[in-house]
């Protein structure tokens, strides 16, 4: 067997995109077959910033104090925050799919203070919610007669506690034990619109990187080695930081999940 080597860069290039095409048709068909499975996928997430209402270093002064509902509140922060529940699955679920209530419980210390639907991806959903105590703690508990794919709600939120307080949620369906918890820098709230000029934007890198490569390549054809080997290390170093930000802008297709167009904030 004879291994044969490109000499020259443009070969070398071919060779390498040869390559990288065949590994992107890999992950292509890996990433679509698992999105053609049919399930269903409750999807809760938590809005990335949270907004303090009322500090509670004001508390420290006598002449302040904060009422709900006539009662003083303990020495705690009032903060603002948004959950968002929805189906990122490709199956309906239906009322009679629920298995637990799904909803979503505040530490024990925390207060839940006050809670409203903020959006729903249409009123066919019948989206309800309702405060609840479990095991000591503050919870909402959604109910909805039917989520099709993408179908969803807002609630904005606003408790006495910890700015940072860790929100737990629960709840299960037919095929689904538990539902999918998705950080908040993991959820794109981003029109696609903008997330596709992002992404073409980013592929102009790329395209000045093949035309370094055929500019190298037209340099070493005609024996220019002292330019070939500059064009060919700053292709190189360019190619790096392409790659970087073509990942970058990948990751907010392949490993970001979209939140549905009906519950994006509203300008």
């Known amino acids: 067997m004879i291994l044969v080597i490109p000499t020259s860069t443009l070969e070398l290039s071919l060779a390498i995109g040869g390559l990288m095409i065949g590994a992107v048709g890999i992950g292509l068909a890996v990433y679509y077959g698992r999105r053609a499975e049919k399930v269903r996928r409750p999807t809760f997430s938590t809005q990335q910033t949270r907004f303090t209402v009322i500090h509670k270093s004001i508390l420290t002064y006598p002449d302040f104090s904060i009422l709900y509902k006539g009662a003083k509140l303990a020495d705690q922060n009032v903060v603002f925050t948004r959950i968002r529940f929805w189906n990122s699955g490709n199956m309906p679920i239906l009322a009679s799919d629920v298995l637990t209530p799904f909803r979503a419980t505040f530490p024990v210390g925390c207060r839940l203070l006050v809670s409203s639907l903020a959006q729903t991806s249409r009123p066919e959903i019948k989206a309800k919610i309702s405060h609840d105590e479990l095991a000591?703690?503050?919870?909402?508990?959604?109910?909805?007669?039917?989520?099709?794919?993408?179908?969803?709600?807002?609630?904005?939120?606003?408790?006495?506690?910890?700015?940072?307080?860790?929100?737990?949620?629960?709840?299960?369906?037919?095929?689904?034990?538990?539902?999918?918890?998705?950080?908040?820098?993991?959820?794109?709230?981003?029109?696609?619109?903008?997330?596709?000029?992002?992404f073409l934007v980013l592929l102009v890198p790329l395209a000045v990187l093949i035309a370094l490569i055929l500019i190298g390549d037209i340099l070493h054809?005609?024996?220019?080695?002292?330019?070939?080997?500059?064009?060919?290390?700053?292709?190189?170093?360019?190619?790096?930081?392409?790659?970087?930000?073509?990942?970058?802008s990948l990751s907010t297709f392949i490993r970001k999940k979209r939140l549905p167009k009906t519950l994006l904030p509203k300008p």
């Open 221 to 248: 054809r005609r024996s220019v080695h002292v330019a070939d080997i500059y064009f060919g290390s700053f292709a190189g170093i360019f190619g790096i930081f392409a790659l970087i930000f073509l990942y970058d």
């Open 136 to 198: 000591g703690a503050d919870s909402i508990v959604i109910t909805t007669t039917v989520l099709e794919p993408n179908d969803g709600l807002s609630i904005n939120v606003i408790y006495a506690g910890d700015l940072d307080a860790n929100i737990d949620y629960t709840g299960s369906c037919i095929g689904a034990s538990s539902p999918l918890v998705l950080a908040p820098e993991l959820v794109r709230v981003m029109p696609l619109s903008s997330a596709w000029k992002r």
